[in-house]
């Protein structure tokens, strides 16, 4: 019974959502299934970010061994912020801090499989935002306050 229902709410937000719309499929996917949501106590790298458009993003990075072991974001923004929050928050996995220089606003699009022009602006938000959590924990680990 539970199991016929979450293919029907599915089916349901299928319809619903918009039919791609410019969105990649990886995108399109992330929105039915969002990950890596939700912050966490004790990140050794941590910014918040307002985009011009108003929307605020967070990201969480825990560091082990010189390399980010967990990562996650919030956002009060829309659909396609969280989308690019996620995306973020998963590009980061594994990577070293000269690797995580890597996620740009470009690369999380690619790793999307694109998004409509009006809502590009948010990977890039994602990406500067992936960026000042990274400052963060520099900025930690030189002073030794890590």
């Given at each position: ?25 990886a995108a399109f996917d ?80 690619e790793k999307m499989g ?33």
């Amino acid at each position: 019974m539970a199991e016929d229902l979450n293919e029907d709410v599915k089916n349901l937000q299928k319809a619903i959502l918009p039919k791609n719309d410019g969105y990649g499929m990886a995108a399109f996917d992330r929105m039915l299934n969002p990950i890596y949501r939700g912050a966490f106590s004790n990140s050794d790298g941590y910014a918040r970010v307002t985009g011009p458009c108003g929307d605020t993003m967070e990201i969480f990075l825990k560091f082990d061994n010189d390399r980010i072991e967990r990562a996650a974001f919030e956002t009060d923004g829309c659909g396609s912020s969280a989308v690019c929050g996620s995306f973020a928050a998963e590009m980061a996995f594994g990577k070293t801090p000269d690797e995580l220089l890597d996620v740009t606003g470009d690369r999380i699009l690619e790793k999307m499989g694109g998004a409509p022009e009006n809502e590009q602006h948010c990977a890039f938000l994602a990406g500067e935002t992936l960026q000042e959590a990274l400052s963060n924990y520099m900025i930690k680990t030189t002073s030794g306050s890590k």
